[in-house]
């Protein structure tokens, strides 16, 4: 039995991620947006396209509005200067730092330190 790309990155994730984020995936939680923004930026990150594909099928339609407002504030973004200094980077790297600290102690925090680069003394 082979398994599909589709599957290999689903097994991986949830072998990554802590169990808040499971239970997410699981439906044993309610997903909100920032939930959906956060998981959808660190499946981009991990490269994980299958994955995050899945998650915009499966969960954007509940966000249609949101996701509305958030385009027109990335528009505003772009033509405002003092917007622009608005750094998402920081939230992007605080959203990874915490996704690593949540996963299971181990191979998959050694991992996931080398891929984001994070040194051992944080």
């Known amino acids: 039995m082979t398994m599909c790309r589709e599957d290999m990155e689903r097994f991986a994730f949830l072998f990554l991620c802590g169990e808040r984020d499971r239970a997410l995936l699981a439906g044993r939680e309610k997903m909100q947006f920032l939930d959906f923004d956060r998981l ?21 339609p509940q966000f249609q509005e949101r996701l509305k407002e958030y385009s027109k504030l990335l528009e505003l973004k772009e033509e405002d200067v003092e917007l622009q200094e608005y750094d998402d980077e920081q939230i992007y790297e605080e959203w990874l730092v915490r996704f690593c600290r949540d996963a299971p102690e181990g191979d998959a925090q050694r991992y996931l330190k080398r891929k984001i680069g994070i040194g051992t003394d944080r």
Not at 42 to 55: D, K, S, V
């Open 40 to 60: 959808s930026y660190i499946t981009e990150f991990l490269g994980l396209t299958c994955l995050n594909m899945e998650l915009w099928k499966r969960f954007s």
